[in-house]
Nanobody, 123 residues
């Protein structure tokens, strides 16, 4: 089992910046690819970004490419999402996820989910 706890959500102005964190405990964090998903009100959960266990490979949704950066610190068992130049349409609950590979996570194949943290972007 892997327990995932997100933090860092809140209210941010459009054009600002915000960093989300996801702390992991339980089984070896470095053995998993990690990812971020989000769910806006009234919409389906969607993929945001994923990172390999080593951090050497990252993939992003087109909607956030160039603005968001996913990273991880295996020594601290922590995953990050740096959100730069957020837009009102980025408002959503953001979920941390763990899975076997970036390809699997990209296709929604997640072994473990966090409970989410709400990000609200004001215009």
């Amino acid at each position: 089992q892997v327990q995932l706890v997100e933090s860092g959500g809140g209210l941010v102005q459009a054009g600002g910046s915000l960093r989300l964190s996801c702390g992991a405990s339980g089984r070896t964090f470095s053995g998993y690819a990690m990812g971020w998903f989000r769910q806006a009100p009234g919409k389906e959960r969607e993929f945001v970004a994923t990172i390999s266990w080593s951090g050497g490979k990252t993939l992003y949704a087109d909607s956030v490419k160039g603005r968001f950066t996913i990273s991880r610190d295996n020594a601290k068992n922590t995953l990050y999402l740096q959100m730069n130049i957020p837009k009102p349409e980025d408002t959503a609950v953001y979920y941390c996820a763990a899975g076997p590979s970036t390809a699997t996570i990209l296709n929604g194949g997640v072994d473990y989910w966090g409970k989410g943290t709400l990000v609200t972007v004001s215009s």
